[in-house]
């Protein structure tokens, strides 16, 4: 669901339904822990469209484990 799955969508799909749990696009591990850029403007800040599952991927586990950090900090799943 790459550029489907981004905020604004999964605050209109809670709007519609606002028991689901909403999806987000694949991101990578790396790029979350590097680009502080990347990861403000993913991870969820608004109240209104949590919870969120996230999607990484990556090869190096502690990249794998600082993400998930991140990820579990902003709410997200």
């Known amino acids: 669901m790459d550029g489907y799955c981004d ?3 999964r605050r209109v799909m809670k709007r519609v339904a606002p028991d689901i749990i909403t999806f987000a696009e694949f991101y990578s591990a790396d790029g979350l822990v590097h680009s502080k850029t990347l990861a403000d403007t993913v991870l969820p800040h608004e109240l209104d469209e949590k919870p969120v599952i996230f999607q990484i991927f990556g ?6 484990a600082k993400a998930a950090v991140m990820i579990e900090r902003s709410g997200a799943a």
Do not use: R, T
């Not at 090869?59 to 794998?64: A, R, S, T, W």
């Open 7 to 9: 905020s604004p969508y």
């Open 59 to 64: 090869k190096d586990p502690d990249m794998f």
